[in-house]
């Protein structure tokens, strides 16, 4: 009977040794399969690299999803402004509708994806930071990385302050569980936030390459593009003086110059030997292109704004943001941007009506067949003459968004020659602009400039921003028919969304 | 090794596994004297022999058990008294004195409270439970001509639902004692002879002997860490000694749709959508009359359904000698559905043996194989079909009506005709048990048990075009094309092992019966698929791969996941004097899917039954035969979540463009909860067991009380966190089940020719969301342009409907004017302005009730008459809700309208009605699409004719019976839509019906023929 129970035990031993033989040293340790996890993905030595292109991928985010620079940004800006009203149906996407008129509110989505494509950029670009200054890259590779994370973080706080007003400065990546700290959830003031942004702008300006300089790559951040963003700051914070020498040094670097064809500065390819992506006058713009994923895009940006039809022919977008007729009339007699800038769609005439032909040849039906009476010219992508995603899918067509042109650096410099009383330079770059767009000359006073940054930079989300800055919004706007109050709407609300996950400890802006 | 040692360490099992091993050390050994061996036999009723009857020596751990005739022998003593026990038998001690040859006669036993309960790595005598535990046999089971078991059930356990679907190939949704979790799995476990499973299509009825459903945390403890949905366990059916049984089952039937919406033909249509158009619009006509002149009239419930044919084809082979036991069976089911180019086959393949090594060393293999062919449809056909104008002809000399440019929906049949998806499923399914008893009262088992299912799906849509020489349409134009050929190929492969390790000691100590178990476990789970789809690819069935398509656009995929889990379980029964009984379980679970620091969790439970009527106090009471109270409490855990959920992934292969080359970037933004932990649910259960009159009526009450705790929730987190989705999912919530659970049965005969039997069961179940702790309300249940439906919050039952409130109709211009819609028209829905703030907004929604039914039902009855028999069940629900989908996603103002609609609208002759006036718009969501889910449904009814015995002897035949069959013969409901049963698997959005296949009426008749 002993025998038995020790027969019994060894028999038990086996199954159960066996058992725990069987599996391996981490039988419960299992690795996501085929999904990289945050520590695999840092063993990659290219990590660092490839964290800072991860940043530039925030400038994709778009469609009707949180957003950086993408359709909704787009619209918010726009359709604010006087240069264009929401478009498309007139029940269509009430929330941009109520951007147009004025009554928008903290519950708008649209606030909130702009907030939360920012801020999601933001600690990409943070924990990009993070992770290359505890990396060993050599210092050089090291500086130019950590300047180009820096540069978006500018540029993406540049867009949260002028829009929202001072918000939370964040410069690292928190975790969860500090998502609702006092830290975090104080909004900084707008200067405390300027403050970051020269830093950040600053010093991508002293650690990037000039544009075509062999460290450089065409997309990534230059100097001349930290410096262009660095200049546009100072406008907004008045320092002229700052303001004309960061344009000044741009100009004499000599890298950048106006594309004598103000049509070909929004074609994909160039026409007769200018223009096109990346041309002469491009200081930074958002790269897209053709890719297996179709994911290279800002999405909608084209379609999003494209002319929407009645029924009967295979039509080209949404149809949002039209221009207004009061950026039509905007223009002088003469000016070549007019076109180039607004599609006009002609009127049905009996019996004969000819629609509007494109400048890729494709022909737009005249009004009866279309929604709305104009679209913006610098959002068309051709379906015929450029690229396209193997799918057609319309939704990503690869548009590369010219965030900023050498026109408007121009004209930065003018408006800070002029303010510096340096009336002869002012004229002299306001000119350079004028005479592009077969214009006569004219005095370099800021009352021109600022007229002349409507015209050349309209339908580039420029003119909102740039009426607040000039303090002149409330009157133009109000002038305009918009429902514009002053000292409530020079800054959107912030989404209540973010103010109730915050357990109040963010403050709504006044008047909202 | 680490890994498992540490667990041991750690484990608080650990200690009861070395007691274990140490009791069976030091167990003291009686000695034994004057022994001669005696020989005897063991009969029942009748002098039939009874099999596997266990014989021990009274106060010894000394035993045996008879074989097929019946016979055992023992060594014993003279003065030693026999214990002989048997299932369906009451308990005889047979003094063995001068004997020699025993002849020991059993009387049979109240065959309910003998009946063996598979409890979980063990049996249970039913007596002896302490938890709720029901039974459903094979024979119930296989009565229905349906896929599964699980479908079989409905009705005939009290706290089951079972929510059944028309699709031949489906897994109905159960759910046991309501809804205990929103994120995690809310489907039972099922345990297969044994063998962990999560789909149990590949079972077929026929070839199972019980279903034993463990309900409350007692009994399913001891599968902790996925029992709190509740565990189904299955066991097939084994080859006995004796006589080689042949048996041959055969059902052949029809299915068709059990109840159609009425839709309007082309003239009400017409009429309606013109009046809209008058009202509402430019006034002009919509559908003109030179339109409906040319048309057709087209019912397109008519074009897309059919009547399927049924046919389920079952034979085996069972039987069996001293030393093999064997059951082989082959089963054929073929299901044609009811709609269009929906087909379905299965083939089944079971092979049970047990082989008797020595007299205390068996082996036992349960292998079953089955394959799947399966032809699926789109159920938005369902949706197409109610929207769709029925002016337009659905086909004509080959040709498609073109419902595109009618209402912009794409034309069903040829949406059927022209894609063909369908798939190839073989599923091997294994278990290999070695059992040992080295001493009578100590049984060790190890059970290896595989699960391989490969499942290739192949998806192919023809070329077809709306213009030119190849147009498909009667008119040509619009939207529905499909310029190139497209192909999909998936091929996925799962592999599952468990290998479980037990060692059950079971003894008698005078009036003290003792059961330990104690076990471990561990089980591997792997999935992957790959893939890939072309365009441009023949439309020759040949030529459907990959390498025949076009490379430009061509996509791979390849994906997998793998998740482990390991566990130490222990439970003792014990009972004294078969008056008192205690059982308590432990497990301790680690799962692969939960971080480190959380890995492991401990789930014990326990419960104490008293026997009432063998007290002394009851012993002259003559109404009670049974009287049982049962109390249990037990703590289980969900680890039903996706695998990585607690591991921050990086966002990978984030395209950006430099220099114009494509780059692969990388962005750390996810955030996980790095402390993810079990969902947790706590259960008290409160039974009473009785029989009464001569155990012809017996019954059971349940009361229970489930609570689960850190229920996995998202939560909103700040945008300033930078998460992609700005949420996460982590442990907050706290929800409850509370409910009662009563079923009784009634059995007699009348004469000796009449027999009958009635069994009703009802259950009442209260499901309460009772904290989110930060968690986010979740809506969800999007209907159309309607946004969501349903909202899970605080207080509220989940997946409840939230909504408008429609108040009424107005009627008059006065009453919009003083209301809060100042845009409406008289005609138009009265929404009820909630807070009174003159405006109908987001703020005037208010809860609706949820889908989840608070009262499930069931009757089941049977009759006998010589050999006639009768059977017939019956399964309803009362109290939930579901959203009308189909009505209220009417998107597009040319959608066709129910007839009903159209009959009862609104016009200023006819103002008592409750259905608006005719619209052009969607309606927001509110209550008008909501309605009672209440119904009760006869589920099947069944005759059959036995043959008499003389007939077969020239056939050599054993029995034959014939019978007729009807499933789901009639229901019962004012639910306006297609089914009151809305089988789409969601928690937070369970009642809503959309893309829904309703289900099927059968009938069938059939032969069930032994050899």
Same mark, same amino acid.
Request: proline letters at 3%; aromatic letters at 10%; one cysteine or more.
């Given at each position: 009977m002993k025998n038995n129970i020790i027969k019994t035990l060894a028999i038990t031993a086996i199954p159960i040794a066996g058992l725990l033989a069987g599996c391996? &040293?981490?039988?419960?340790e299992v690795d996501p399969q085929g999904q990289t996890t945050e520590v695999l993905a840092l063993t990659d030595p290219d990590a660092a690299n490839k964290l800072v292109g991860g940043v530039y991928s925030t400038?994709?985010?778009g469609g009707f999803d949180k957003?950086? *620079?993408?359709f909704l940004w787009v619209l918010a800006n726009d359709i604010a402004?006087?240069?264009?009203?929401?478009?498309?149906?007139?029940?269509?996407?009430g929330a941009a509708g109520e951007i147009d008129n004025f009554t928008?509110?903290?519950?708008?989505f649209i606030f909130n994806n702009i907030w939360s494509g920012h801020f999601s950029a933001i600690i990409s670009a943070n924990k990009a930071i993070d992770v290359l200054n505890k990396g060993s890259l050599e210092q050089s590779v090291k500086n130019r990385l950590i300047g180009e994370a820096r540069f978006l973080r500018g540029l993406y706080y540049f867009n949260l302050v002028r829009f929202f007003g001072g918000v939370p400065k964040i410069t690292t990546a928190p975790l969860a569980s500090e998502g609702s700290s006092d830290a975090l959830q104080t909004r900084a003031t707008a200067a405390e936030i300027y403050a970051l942004i020269i830093e950040d702008l600053q010093f991508a300006a002293d650690n990037l390459p000039l &544009?075509?300089?062999?460290?450089? @790559? *065409?997309g990534r951040a230059t100097k001349g593009a930290a410096q262009s963003y660095l200049a546009k700051v100072y406008l907004y914070q008045k320092n002229w003086q700052k303001a004309f020498e960061l344009s000044q040094a741009v100009i004499t670097s000599g890298r950048y110059s106006l594309v004598?064809?103000?049509?070909?500065?929004?074609?994909?390819k160039p026409v007769n030997g200018v223009g096109?992506?990346?041309?002469?006058?491009?200081?930074f713009e958002v790269q897209t292109g053709v890719n297996? $994923?179709?994911?290279?895009v800002s999405p909608l940006f084209s379609n999003g704004q494209g002319p929407r039809g009645r029924g009967g022919w295979n039509d080209? $977008?949404?149809?949002?943001n039209t221009p207004t007729i009061d950026l039509a009339n905007?223009?002088?007699?003469?000016?070549?941007?007019r076109n180039a800038t607004i599609i006009f769609i002609n009127p049905t005439v009996a019996g004969n009506s000819t629609g509007t032909v494109l400048w890729d040849g494709f022909r737009l039906p005249s009004?009866?067949? *279309?929604?709305?009476e104009r679209y913006n010219y610098k959002a068309y992508h051709s379906n015929i003459a450029e690229s396209a995603q193997v799918s057609n899918?319309?939704?990503? &067509?690869p548009k590369n968004i010219r965030l900023m042109r050498y026109a408007e650096l121009l004209l930065i410099y003018a408006e800070a020659a002029a303010m510096t009383n340096n009336a002869g330079e002012a004229t002299a770059k306001l000119n350079l602009v004028r005479s592009r767009s077969n214009l006569p000359p004219s005095v370099g006073t800021q009352a021109n400039i600022w007229k002349e940054r409507r015209t050349e930079l $309209?339908?580039? @989300?420029d003119r909102f921003l740039d009426l607040v800055r000039q303090g002149r919004a409330g009157a133009v706007l109000r002038a305009h028919g918009k429902a514009f109050v002053d000292g409530k709407h020079e800054v959107f609300p912030i989404p209540q969304a973010q103010i109730d996950l915050s357990a109040g400890r963010l403050k709504q802006n006044p008047g909202y | 090794m680490n890994h498992f040692l540490k667990g041991l360490i750690q484990s608080s099992l650990k200690t009861t596994i070395s007691t274990f091993a140490v009791f069976l050390l030091f167990f003291p050994i009686s000695l034994m004297a004057r022994q001669a061996p005696v020989t005897g036999t063991v009969t029942g009723a009748g002098g039939t022999p009874v099999n596997a009857a266990s014989v021990t020596v009274k106060g010894t751990s000394r035993g045996t058990s008879t074989n097929a005739a019946g016979k055992f022998t023992i060594t014993v003593a003279p003065s030693d008294t026999l214990v002989v026990t048997a299932v369906g038998f009451q308990n005889l001690e047979v003094p063995? %004195?001068?004997?020699?040859d025993l002849t020991v006669s059993l009387a049979a036993s109240n065959r309910e409270l003998e009946q063996v309960i598979v409890v979980g790595y063990g049996t249970q005598r039913r007596r002896d439970l302490t938890g709720s535990v029901a039974s459903v046999s094979g024979s119930e089971l296989s009565r229905?001509?349906?896929?599964t078991a699980t479908q079989a059930v409905?009705?005939?356990? #009290? %706290?089951v639902q079972v929510i059944s679907s028309?699709?031949?190939n489906a897994l109905p949704v159960i759910r046991i004692r309501g809804t205990?979790?929103?994120? !995690?799995?809310a489907n039972p476990l099922y345990v297969v002879d044994g063998v962990i499973s999560d789909?149990?299509?590949?079972?077929?009825?026929?070839?199972? +002997?019980s279903m034993d459903i463990l309900k409350d945390a007692s009994a399913t403890a001891i599968y902790g860490m996925r029992a709190a949905n509740g565990v189904i366990l299955i066991t097939t059916k084994r080859g006995r000694a004796g006589k080689m049984v042949v048996s041959y089952d055969a059902t052949l039937g029809v299915k068709e749709a059990t109840k159609l919406v009425n839709m309007a033909g082309a003239k009400q249509y017409a009429g309606y959508v013109n009046e809209a158009s008058v009202y509402y619009g430019?006034?002009?006509?919509?559908?003109t009359a030179a339109t409906l002149a040319s048309g057709g009239n087209t019912d397109w419930y008519n074009e897309i359904l059919k009547k399927g044919f049924f046919q389920n084809h079952n034979v085996s082979v069972a039987g069996g000698s001293d030393k093999v036991n064997y059951f082989l069976s082959a089963g054929y089911l073929s299901d044609e559905g009811i709609i269009r180019t929906n087909d379905f086959k299965r083939l089944t393949i079971r092979n049970n043996n047990d082989y008797k090594i020595t007299n205390n060393f068996k082996i036992s293999t349960l292998l079953s194989y089955s394959r799947s062919t399966v032809r699926n449809v789109d159920l938005g056909a369902f949706n197409v079909a109610y929207r !769709? #104008?029925?002016?337009?002809?659905?086909?004509q000399n080959g040709k498609y009506g073109n419902t595109s440019l009618s209402n912009?929906?794409?034309n069903p049949i040829l949406d059927q005709d022209k894609n063909d998806n369908s798939g190839k499923g073989d599923r091997f399914q294994g278990n290999v048990v070695g059992e040992y008893k080295?001493? +009578?009262w100590l049984t060790l088992r190890s059970s290896f048990g595989v699960d391989k299912n490969n499942f290739r799906s192949i998806s192919y849509g023809y070329k077809y075009a709306n213009?030119?020489?190849?147009?498909?349409?009667l008119t040509s134009g619009s939207n529905?094309?499909?310029?190139k050929s497209s192909l999909t190929v998936t091929e996925s492969e799962g592999n599952r092992w468990v290998w479980d390790n037990t060692a059950t000691a079971a003894k008698r100590f005078g009036d003290h019966n003792l059961t330990l178990l104690a076990g471990i476990t561990a089980e591997d789970i792997r999935t992957r698929s790959i893939g890939g789809s072309r365009v441009?690819?023949?439309?020759?069935?040949?030529?459907?791969?990959?390498? #025949?398509?076009?490379?430009?656009?061509a996509r791979n995929f390849n994906d997998g996941d793998r998740s482990t889990r390991n566990s130490y379980l222990s439970r003792l029964n014990y009972n004294y004097k078969d008056k008192y009984f205690l059982t308590g379980t432990i497990r301790a679970d680690a799962s692969s899917r939960l971080p480190a620091n959380n890995r492991w969790g401990y789930f014990p439970s326990v419960g104490a039954g008293w026997v009432?009527?063998?007290?002394g106090f009851m012993g002259?009471?003559?109404?009670?035969?049974n009287l049982k109270l049962r109390a249990s409490y037990g703590k289980v855990g969900n680890d039903?979540?996706?695998?990585?959920?607690f591991v921050p992934l990086a966002t990978v292969n984030l395209p950006y463009f430099f220099n114009g080359q494509e780059v692969l970037n990388l962005r750390l933004e996810e955030l996980a909860d790095p402390s993810l932990k079990w969902e947790v649910t706590r259960e008290v259960n409160v039974g009473l067991d009785f029989s009464l009159i001569k155990n012809r009526l017996s019954g059971t009450v349940d009361f229970y009380d489930r609570k689960t705790s850190d229920a996995l929730v998202r939560i909103n987190i700040p945008a300033i966190l930078g998460d992609p989705n700005n949420e996460y999912i982590t442990n907050a919530a706290t929800f409850t089940n509370k409910g009662v659970e009563v079923a009784l049965n009634w059995q007699d005969r009348i004469g000796s020719d009449w027999r009958y039997n009635l069994g009703v069961n009802l259950a009442y179940n209260r499901n309460r969301?009772?904290?989110?702790?930060?968690g986010q309300a979740l809506s969800s249940g999007s209907v159309g342009g309607q946004g969501f439906t349903t909202k899970s919050d605080n207080?509220?039952?989940?997946g409840s409907f939230f909504l408008w409130e429609v108040e009424?109709?107005?009627? +008059?211009e006065a009453e919009v004017a003083s209301? !809060?819609?100042?845009? !409406?028209?008289?005609g138009d829905l009265r929404y009820r302005d909630?807070?009174?703030?003159k405006v109908i907004n987001a703020d005037d929604r208010v809860y609706q009730g949820s889908?989840?039914?608070n009262i499930t039902y069931g009757i089941n009855g049977g009759l006998s008459f010589k050999a006639l028999d009768l059977s017939f069940g019956g399964y309803g629900t009362g109290g939930g809700k579901i959203y009308n989908g189909k009505k209220a996603a009417r998107?597009?103002?040319r959608d066709n309208i129910e007839t009903s609609v159209v009959n009862n609208r609104w016009t200023p002759g006819n103002t008592n009605t409750n259905v608006p006036r005719a619209n052009l718009n969607e309606l927001p #969501?509110? +209550?008008?699409?909501l309605e009672k889910g209440d119904f009760f449904r006869i589920n099947n009814l069944t005759v059959g004719y036995t043959l008499p015995r003389r007939l077969l002897d020239k056939f050599s035949m054993q029995s034959l019976r014939v019978f007729a069959t009807a499933q789901n013969l009639a229901t019962f409901t004012?639910?306006?839509?297609?089914?009151?049963?809305?089988?789409? %698997? %969601?928690?937070?959005?369970?009642?809503i019906e959309l893309a829904i296949y309703p289900t099927t009426r059968t009938f069938a008749f059939g032969v069930n023929v032994g050899f």
């Amino acid at each position: 009977m002993k025998n038995n129970i020790i027969k019994t035990l060894a028999i038990t031993a086996i199954p159960i040794a066996g058992l725990l033989a069987g599996c391996s &040293k981490n039988f419960l340790e299992v690795d996501p399969q085929g999904q990289t996890t945050e520590v695999l993905a840092l063993t990659d030595p290219d990590a660092a690299n490839k964290l800072v292109g991860g940043v530039y991928s925030t400038l994709y985010y778009g469609g009707f999803d949180k957003t950086t *620079v993408g359709f909704l940004w787009v619209l918010a800006n726009d359709i604010a402004s006087d240069d264009a009203d929401k478009g498309s149906t007139p029940g269509d996407f009430g929330a941009a509708g109520e951007i147009d008129n004025f009554t928008h509110t903290s519950n708008n989505f649209i606030f909130n994806n702009i907030w939360s494509g920012h801020f999601s950029a933001i600690i990409s670009a943070n924990k990009a930071i993070d992770v290359l200054n505890k990396g060993s890259l050599e210092q050089s590779v090291k500086n130019r990385l950590i300047g180009e994370a820096r540069f978006l973080r500018g540029l993406y706080y540049f867009n949260l302050v002028r829009f929202f007003g001072g918000v939370p400065k964040i410069t690292t990546a928190p975790l969860a569980s500090e998502g609702s700290s006092d830290a975090l959830q104080t909004r900084a003031t707008a200067a405390e936030i300027y403050a970051l942004i020269i830093e950040d702008l600053q010093f991508a300006a002293d650690n990037l390459p000039l &544009k075509g300089d062999a460290a450089s @790559q *065409v997309g990534r951040a230059t100097k001349g593009a930290a410096q262009s963003y660095l200049a546009k700051v100072y406008l907004y914070q008045k320092n002229w003086q700052k303001a004309f020498e960061l344009s000044q040094a741009v100009i004499t670097s000599g890298r950048y110059s106006l594309v004598p064809d103000y049509n070909a500065i929004f074609r994909e390819k160039p026409v007769n030997g200018v223009g096109g992506n990346n041309n002469s006058e491009s200081i930074f713009e958002v790269q897209t292109g053709v890719n297996l $994923g179709e994911n290279a895009v800002s999405p909608l940006f084209s379609n999003g704004q494209g002319p929407r039809g009645r029924g009967g022919w295979n039509d080209l $977008g949404f149809g949002f943001n039209t221009p207004t007729i009061d950026l039509a009339n905007a223009y002088e007699t003469g000016d070549t941007r007019r076109n180039a800038t607004i599609i006009f769609i002609n009127p049905t005439v009996a019996g004969n009506s000819t629609g509007t032909v494109l400048w890729d040849g494709f022909r737009l039906p005249s009004k009866d067949s *279309v929604e709305n009476e104009r679209y913006n010219y610098k959002a068309y992508h051709s379906n015929i003459a450029e690229s396209a995603q193997v799918s057609n899918n319309k939704d990503t &067509k690869p548009k590369n968004i010219r965030l900023m042109r050498y026109a408007e650096l121009l004209l930065i410099y003018a408006e800070a020659a002029a303010m510096t009383n340096n009336a002869g330079e002012a004229t002299a770059k306001l000119n350079l602009v004028r005479s592009r767009s077969n214009l006569p000359p004219s005095v370099g006073t800021q009352a021109n400039i600022w007229k002349e940054r409507r015209t050349e930079l $309209g339908m580039e @989300q420029d003119r909102f921003l740039d009426l607040v800055r000039q303090g002149r919004a409330g009157a133009v706007l109000r002038a305009h028919g918009k429902a514009f109050v002053d000292g409530k709407h020079e800054v959107f609300p912030i989404p209540q969304a973010q103010i109730d996950l915050s357990a109040g400890r963010l403050k709504q802006n006044p008047g909202y | 090794m680490n890994h498992f040692l540490k667990g041991l360490i750690q484990s608080s099992l650990k200690t009861t596994i070395s007691t274990f091993a140490v009791f069976l050390l030091f167990f003291p050994i009686s000695l034994m004297a004057r022994q001669a061996p005696v020989t005897g036999t063991v009969t029942g009723a009748g002098g039939t022999p009874v099999n596997a009857a266990s014989v021990t020596v009274k106060g010894t751990s000394r035993g045996t058990s008879t074989n097929a005739a019946g016979k055992f022998t023992i060594t014993v003593a003279p003065s030693d008294t026999l214990v002989v026990t048997a299932v369906g038998f009451q308990n005889l001690e047979v003094p063995v %004195g001068t004997q020699t040859d025993l002849t020991v006669s059993l009387a049979a036993s109240n065959r309910e409270l003998e009946q063996v309960i598979v409890v979980g790595y063990g049996t249970q005598r039913r007596r002896d439970l302490t938890g709720s535990v029901a039974s459903v046999s094979g024979s119930e089971l296989s009565r229905q001509p349906v896929l599964t078991a699980t479908q079989a059930v409905q009705g005939k356990v #009290a %706290g089951v639902q079972v929510i059944s679907s028309g699709d031949p190939n489906a897994l109905p949704v159960i759910r046991i004692r309501g809804t205990g979790t929103m994120l !995690a799995g809310a489907n039972p476990l099922y345990v297969v002879d044994g063998v962990i499973s999560d789909d149990i299509r590949n079972i077929n009825s026929a070839d199972i +002997t019980s279903m034993d459903i463990l309900k409350d945390a007692s009994a399913t403890a001891i599968y902790g860490m996925r029992a709190a949905n509740g565990v189904i366990l299955i066991t097939t059916k084994r080859g006995r000694a004796g006589k080689m049984v042949v048996s041959y089952d055969a059902t052949l039937g029809v299915k068709e749709a059990t109840k159609l919406v009425n839709m309007a033909g082309a003239k009400q249509y017409a009429g309606y959508v013109n009046e809209a158009s008058v009202y509402y619009g430019s006034g002009d006509s919509i559908v003109t009359a030179a339109t409906l002149a040319s048309g057709g009239n087209t019912d397109w419930y008519n074009e897309i359904l059919k009547k399927g044919f049924f046919q389920n084809h079952n034979v085996s082979v069972a039987g069996g000698s001293d030393k093999v036991n064997y059951f082989l069976s082959a089963g054929y089911l073929s299901d044609e559905g009811i709609i269009r180019t929906n087909d379905f086959k299965r083939l089944t393949i079971r092979n049970n043996n047990d082989y008797k090594i020595t007299n205390n060393f068996k082996i036992s293999t349960l292998l079953s194989y089955s394959r799947s062919t399966v032809r699926n449809v789109d159920l938005g056909a369902f949706n197409v079909a109610y929207r !769709a #104008a029925p002016y337009v002809i659905a086909k004509q000399n080959g040709k498609y009506g073109n419902t595109s440019l009618s209402n912009n929906v794409g034309n069903p049949i040829l949406d059927q005709d022209k894609n063909d998806n369908s798939g190839k499923g073989d599923r091997f399914q294994g278990n290999v048990v070695g059992e040992y008893k080295p001493i +009578t009262w100590l049984t060790l088992r190890s059970s290896f048990g595989v699960d391989k299912n490969n499942f290739r799906s192949i998806s192919y849509g023809y070329k077809y075009a709306n213009v030119g020489p190849d147009n498909v349409f009667l008119t040509s134009g619009s939207n529905q094309l499909r310029d190139k050929s497209s192909l999909t190929v998936t091929e996925s492969e799962g592999n599952r092992w468990v290998w479980d390790n037990t060692a059950t000691a079971a003894k008698r100590f005078g009036d003290h019966n003792l059961t330990l178990l104690a076990g471990i476990t561990a089980e591997d789970i792997r999935t992957r698929s790959i893939g890939g789809s072309r365009v441009d690819v023949p439309q020759d069935k040949d030529q459907w791969y990959l390498n #025949a398509g076009s490379t430009i656009g061509a996509r791979n995929f390849n994906d997998g996941d793998r998740s482990t889990r390991n566990s130490y379980l222990s439970r003792l029964n014990y009972n004294y004097k078969d008056k008192y009984f205690l059982t308590g379980t432990i497990r301790a679970d680690a799962s692969s899917r939960l971080p480190a620091n959380n890995r492991w969790g401990y789930f014990p439970s326990v419960g104490a039954g008293w026997v009432l009527s063998n007290e002394g106090f009851m012993g002259d009471q003559k109404t009670f035969n049974n009287l049982k109270l049962r109390a249990s409490y037990g703590k289980v855990g969900n680890d039903g979540i996706p695998s990585n959920l607690f591991v921050p992934l990086a966002t990978v292969n984030l395209p950006y463009f430099f220099n114009g080359q494509e780059v692969l970037n990388l962005r750390l933004e996810e955030l996980a909860d790095p402390s993810l932990k079990w969902e947790v649910t706590r259960e008290v259960n409160v039974g009473l067991d009785f029989s009464l009159i001569k155990n012809r009526l017996s019954g059971t009450v349940d009361f229970y009380d489930r609570k689960t705790s850190d229920a996995l929730v998202r939560i909103n987190i700040p945008a300033i966190l930078g998460d992609p989705n700005n949420e996460y999912i982590t442990n907050a919530a706290t929800f409850t089940n509370k409910g009662v659970e009563v079923a009784l049965n009634w059995q007699d005969r009348i004469g000796s020719d009449w027999r009958y039997n009635l069994g009703v069961n009802l259950a009442y179940n209260r499901n309460r969301i009772e904290k989110l702790n930060g968690g986010q309300a979740l809506s969800s249940g999007s209907v159309g342009g309607q946004g969501f439906t349903t909202k899970s919050d605080n207080g509220q039952p989940i997946g409840s409907f939230f909504l408008w409130e429609v108040e009424g109709i107005f009627q +008059t211009e006065a009453e919009v004017a003083s209301s !809060a819609q100042p845009g !409406a028209k008289p005609g138009d829905l009265r929404y009820r302005d909630i807070n009174k703030d003159k405006v109908i907004n987001a703020d005037d929604r208010v809860y609706q009730g949820s889908y989840q039914p608070n009262i499930t039902y069931g009757i089941n009855g049977g009759l006998s008459f010589k050999a006639l028999d009768l059977s017939f069940g019956g399964y309803g629900t009362g109290g939930g809700k579901i959203y009308n989908g189909k009505k209220a996603a009417r998107g597009d103002f040319r959608d066709n309208i129910e007839t009903s609609v159209v009959n009862n609208r609104w016009t200023p002759g006819n103002t008592n009605t409750n259905v608006p006036r005719a619209n052009l718009n969607e309606l927001p #969501a509110s +209550t008008y699409f909501l309605e009672k889910g209440d119904f009760f449904r006869i589920n099947n009814l069944t005759v059959g004719y036995t043959l008499p015995r003389r007939l077969l002897d020239k056939f050599s035949m054993q029995s034959l019976r014939v019978f007729a069959t009807a499933q789901n013969l009639a229901t019962f409901t004012s639910y306006s839509g297609f089914t009151p049963e809305i089988n789409n %698997g %969601g928690t937070l959005d369970g009642g809503i019906e959309l893309a829904i296949y309703p289900t099927t009426r059968t009938f069938a008749f059939g032969v069930n023929v032994g050899f």
